[in-house]
């Protein structure tokens, strides 16, 4: 399942900051920012790690994040 976020990641720099923990959460998950896009889109495919908390990772180091609907 693919979901997809608006972030406040604005640069390479936060995305660095974020990655340990992305990649702590799902190690074995596709992840990707589109820094280029107005919403700064975080895409998780994932099967095993809710929405909720890729929010809360995000929101804990100090940026906003909220799911996109469909």
């Keep these: 399942m693919i979901h997809v976020f608006k972030t406040s990641v604005i640069s390479e ?3 660095r900051q974020v990655e ?3 990649k702590t959460l799902m190690s ?7 820094l280029e896009d107005c919403d700064k ?4 495919e994932t ?3 809710a929405p909720e908390t890729v929010i809360t990772l995000l929101k804990s180091q100090g940026f ?3 799911e996109l609907s469909e």
């Design 28 to 34: 074995n998950e596709e992840w990707n920012f589109d």
């Design 47 to 49: 099967e095993k790690v």
């Design 20 to 22: 340990p923990f992305l």
């Design 13 to 15: 720099k936060q995305v």
């Design 64 to 66: 906003e994040c909220s």
């Design 41 to 44: 889109i975080l895409r998780v």
